[in-house]
């Protein structure tokens, strides 16, 4: 008895050594074939969706209870940095139930029914083994935060989705969040302050009203995108492949979009092809890839090959 004793905590203190010193790294093909990717980026870009859509609606704490009990990878590690504070960013890293009772605090005043978390700008990297079994994309992204037609704040993120068994592409979970900087900072006795050159040339363009009365940002850019499609007699389809520079293969779940109009995109799926649909000739299309230098390309009307190079 003594004997197996030894054994089992003899074991369990090999495998936790292993834990500790397991050193991050990028999945390989043997662990997982890059045909199967594809559905891993697809499945942590509906999960980060997901998990904003039931975030305003949390205020009953058996709802609360189970969400932190299927939606986070470890309900007491503080691995949490409120992304939605609306007094500038925060540094402190807090466990799920501490997260959400800030988010509590910073809903508290607000109708809860006016409010609405878009995301978008939605940007991959690749898929990292952070154990022998267990592996995690990290994904950053815009997050607007609406009260009806107005913008609250927004702000680039990053979210960590975690899979504890890589063979099983379902079950994602948050690992880990953080902000990264404001694009529009919440001014509580005034207009928005933007830092972002685009985002400013913007709304210098919203204190002009149309027919249909004010326009909102995703309204107009996606509107005044549209005006310029059927103005242009001049478009074509835009295909083409991504490659990873340094491997020399097809870069899965790169995030790609058109200079623009942020909301007109796609990504590449398992062998890196893209179909971005009709734009003009001359258009600028963006390639981003966390990790990968982004790449600003002028089409020209013809296939586009792209490889991406590591930062």
Same mark, same amino acid.
């Given at each position: 008895?003594?004997?197996?004793?030894?054994?089992?905590?003899?074991?369990?203190?090999?495998?936790?050594?292993?834990?500790? %010193?397991?050193?991050?790294?990028?999945?390989?093909?043997?662990e997982l074939p890059r045909s199967?990717?594809?559905?891993?980026?697809?499945?942590?870009?509906?999960?980060?969706?997901?998990?904003y859509m039931h975030l305003l609606?949390?205020?009953?704490?058996?709802?609360? &209870?189970?969400? +932190?009990?299927? +939606?986070?990878?470890?309900?007491?590690?503080?691995?949490?940095?409120?992304?939605?504070?609306?007094?500038?960013? %925060?540094?402190?890293?807090?466990?799920?139930?501490?997260?959400?009772?800030?988010?509590?605090?910073?809903?508290?005043?607000? /109708?809860?029914?006016?409010?609405?978390?878009?995301?978008?700008?939605?940007?991959?990297?690749?898929?990292?083994?952070?154990?022998?079994?267990?592996?995690?994309?990290?994904?950053?992204?815009?997050?607007?935060?609406?009260?009806?037609?107005?913008?609250?704040?927004?702000?680039?993120?990053?979210?960590?989705?975690?899979? &504890?068994?890589?063979?099983?592409?379902?079950?994602?979970?948050? =690992?880990?969040?953080?902000? *990264? $900087?404001?694009?529009?900072?919440?001014?509580?006795? #005034?207009? &928005?302050?933007?830092?972002? &050159? $685009? +985002?400013? !040339?913007?709304?210098?363009?919203?204190?002009y009203t149309n027919v249909k #009365?004010?326009?909102?940002?995703? %309204?107009?850019? !996606?509107?005044?995108?549209?005006?310029?499609?059927? =103005?242009?007699?001049?478009?074509?389809?835009?295909?083409?492949?991504?490659?990873?520079?340094?491997?020399? +293969?097809?870069?899965?779940?790169?995030?790609?979009?058109?200079?623009?109009? /942020?909301?007109?995109?796609?990504?590449?799926?398992?062998?890196?092809?893209?179909?971005?649909?009709?734009? $003009?000739? #001359?258009?600028?299309?963006?390639?981003?890839?966390?990790?990968?230098?982004?790449?600003? *390309?002028?089409?020209? #009307?013809?296939?586009?090959?792209?490889?991406?190079?590591?930062?």
């Open positions: 008895m003594k004997r197996l004793l030894y054994i089992v905590i003899l074991f369990m203190t090999a495998t936790n050594i292993l834990a500790q %010193s397991f050193k991050v790294r990028e999945c390989t093909e043997a199967k990717r594809d559905r891993y980026f697809i499945q942590t870009t509906q999960f980060l969706n997901n998990y609606n949390l205020e009953d704490n058996i709802i609360l &209870e189970n969400f +932190v009990r299927l +939606v986070y990878s470890d309900k007491d590690a503080a691995t949490l940095i409120p992304e939605f504070t609306r007094n500038g960013i %925060s540094s402190v890293r807090m466990t799920p139930k501490q997260y959400l009772l800030e988010l509590k605090k910073m809903l508290s005043g607000l /109708d809860r029914d006016e409010l609405d978390f878009k995301v978008d700008n939605v940007t991959p990297g690749k898929i990292l083994m952070n154990s022998l079994v267990s592996c995690y994309i990290p994904i950053e992204y815009d997050l607007t935060l609406m009260e009806g037609d107005k913008i609250l704040f927004k702000r680039r993120c990053l979210m960590h989705g975690y899979f &504890e068994d890589i063979r099983n592409y379902m079950d994602v979970k948050l =690992k880990q969040i953080e902000p *990264i $900087k404001d694009v529009i900072v919440y001014e509580p006795h #005034g207009e &928005e302050v933007l830092k972002d &050159e $685009k +985002v400013k !040339k913007f709304k210098e363009t919203l204190t #009365g004010v326009i909102t940002e995703k %309204s107009y850019l !996606k509107d005044s995108f549209e005006d310029n499609r059927q =103005k242009d007699n001049q478009l074509h389809k835009c295909i083409g492949q991504v490659f990873d520079g340094k491997e020399n +293969v097809p870069l899965v779940g790169c995030a790609i979009n058109i200079k623009s109009n /942020d909301y007109y995109g796609t990504i590449s799926d398992f062998d890196g092809e893209f179909d971005l649909g009709q734009i $003009k000739t #001359g258009e600028t299309v963006i390639f981003r890839f966390i990790g990968y230098k982004t790449q600003k *390309i002028k089409w020209n #009307g013809e296939f586009l090959k792209v490889i991406m190079k590591e930062k």
